[in-house]
């Protein structure tokens, strides 16, 4: 994406030493802007889903069909005091949130949203490593609330951050093993060419020869992101909030931001590995852009998520920890042996190689 702003601003200006500067910044501007956009009417559309399951009306008031009410809880938030405890350290207790809403945002960083007719991947950053990257980001996000739950100076606010921050830290294992079974298949790190090998249509995509692992990732994923049934670190009755207890204002609406932001990433996530990506679902569709491809199955993965928190109930936290290292780490690592076995010993994968 930066090459493509860069030769356009170029072309404008004749070139020059900020201009690739300028790109850079652009670039980023093009991506986290429409994504503080979506995380205010993703909230709004989880709302609406939930209540629809329950025969409720959901959020009707402010704005047409209640569109509105996102940003008027944002503004109530922003225009809220700060309150900051007697006894909590000052800098950790502010610094949290930030990295948290941060990590999320850099994340987005290696996404590939389509790719030009001449071959180049419309991303901010188009690393070859760029599934190490979502790994390596997502892993940092555990820091935040860590450091939240601990500068908090609260018994409540500490025991739902060392919760949370295990909880994470476990699902991240199968996470990891999931991300190796599409690897092997595509022999590349790059998220670019993990969809260019399901290219050809819906029936090459990865989510029919990875079907169990594409239902581990999932439920990993709403470990990862304290999603219900496993928001046990953010449960009001029984935590008191978990490690956000402390915070108010916009430090609060920091970690809200963060955690949807990241429930987005997971589902552009899963629709890169397991649904084609910026692929149409068959080939006479192509005229139709990349991204708004990439974007409909993003939303199909988030209206995924919102559906599981509208009817399954919340696991207890010995059951969340049973799944995460008795069932699902055993099962990814079979599934990791099972399609290494097939790919060496014969390509039996029904998908494109």
């Given amino acids: 994406m930066v090459e493509i702003i ?9 070139g020059g030493s900020f201009t690739y500067l ?14 503080l956009l979506a995380v205010a009417f993703s909230v709004y559309f989880d709302r609406k889903i939930w209540a629809a399951v329950q025969m409720r009306r959901g959020p009707n008031v402010v704005g047409p069909f209640g569109l509105l009410q996102s940003f008027a809880d944002g503004f109530k938030l922003f225009l809220k005091e700060t309150v900051i405890p ?37 991303a901010i950053s188009n690393l070859n490593v760029g599934i190490l990257y979502i790994l390596a980001i997502s892993s940092l996000g555990v ?3 860590i450091m939240s739950g601990w500068a908090s100076n609260s018994r409540y606010a500490f025991l739902g951050g060392l919760r949370s921050a295990a909880q994470m830290v476990s699902y991240e294992v199968s996470i990891g093993f999931v991300l190796i079974c599409v690897l092997l298949k595509v022999g590349s790190l790059n998220l670019a060419d993990v969809v260019i090998a399901q290219e050809g249509g819906i029936w090459n995509w990865h989510m029919w020869a990875f079907f169990p692992i594409y239902v581990i990732f999932f439920i990993s ?20 909030a978990g490690y956000q207890v402390e915070y108010s204002s916009m430090a609060f609406a920091l970690f809200f931001l963060g955690e949807y932001a990241n429930i987005l990433l997971m589902s552009a996530v899963m629709a890169i590995l397991f649904l084609g990506g910026w692929d149409p ?27 599981v928190k ?8 010995d059951q969340l920890m049973r799944l995460g290292w008795k069932v699902f780490l055993p099962l990814s690592l079979f599934f990791v ?16 190689g």
Wanted: charged share 15%; hydrophobic share 60%; net charge negative.
């Fill in 22 to 35: 300028f790109a850079i910044v652009a670039s980023i501007l093009a991506i986290v802007l429409p994504l």
């Fill in 281 to 307: 679902i068959i080939p006479a569709l192509d005229f139709i852009p990349g991204w708004i491809w990439l974007l409909g199955k993003t939303a199909f993965g988030f209206f995924l998520f919102a559906l």
């Fill in 337 to 352: 042996i099972f399609y290494s076995a097939i790919l060496v010993y014969g390509d039996m994968l029904p998908v494109k």
């Fill in 221 to 240: 994923a709403l470990a990862e992101t304290n999603r219900p049934p496993f928001d046990l670190p953010e449960a009001e009755a029984e935590l008191v």
């Fill in 6 to 14: 860069n030769s356009f601003f170029a072309e404008l200006t004749g």
């Fill in 310 to 317: 509208a009817f399954v109930p919340r696991y207890r936290y």
């Fill in 86 to 122: 007697a006894g909590a350290n000052k800098v950790i207790f502010l610094m949290a949130p930030m990295i948290t809403f941060v990590l999320a945002m850099v994340g987005w960083a290696v996404i590939p949203w389509d790719m030009t007719d001449d071959g180049v991947v419309v």
């Fill in 143 to 145: 820091y935040g609330i």
